[in-house]
């Protein structure tokens, strides 16, 4: 009864896609592979739809919708970037699911992606999802396939 107001510390984050998660040393950009962004992982994945990957709330959706952020439960921010180079589609092949200031649950679509448009427009669909908030501690899980249900990380303030 009195866990009601108990904060939360520690938010257990699950994958946004089905597909490979990759370290962020293997994406190829500076940005997130030399870690300028924060710490975190990427994936390389086959659908069409990114999913919550923790219960939070929509912070940022990116006017050209390649990029959101979601604060999750125990404050950490968390920046999903769809594909590399993506500014430049200016929001085509991107329909968003969600409005800024929006509650998610882990596994609630966000986005969807036109695959069909992204092959033809030649586009690298690695996506990085980093932790943005310095003050909070990452343990990664092991990198491989994944599904939806499978966490990839934990995030806890420091």
Request: net charge negative; charged share 30%; proline share 4%.
């Amino acid at each position: 009864m009195f866990n009601l107001f108990k904060k939360v510390v520690e938010c257990e984050v699950y994958s946004p896609v089905i597909g490979k998660m990759i370290p962020l040393d293997d994406v190829p950009d500076p940005v997130f592979s030399e870690k300028m962004m924060g710490e975190g992982c990427a994936f390389g994945f086959e659908g069409d739809t990114v999913y919550a990957p923790c219960n939070g709330e929509i912070i940022l959706i990116a006017n050209t919708y390649h990029a959101f952020g979601i604060k999750a439960e125990n404050g950490a921010e968390i920046l999903i970037h769809i594909g590399l180079d993506t500014v430049n589609l200016n929001g085509k092949g991107f329909e968003v699911l969600v409005k800024e200031h929006t509650k998610v649950k882990a596994h609630d679509p966000l986005v969807r992606i036109d695959r069909e448009f992204m092959k033809e427009n030649k586009i690298d669909l690695t996506m990085p999802m980093v932790i943005t908030s310095s003050d909070y501690e990452i343990e990664l899980d092991e990198y491989g396939e994944k599904e939806l249900s499978n966490r990839v990380l934990k995030v806890k303030k420091k």
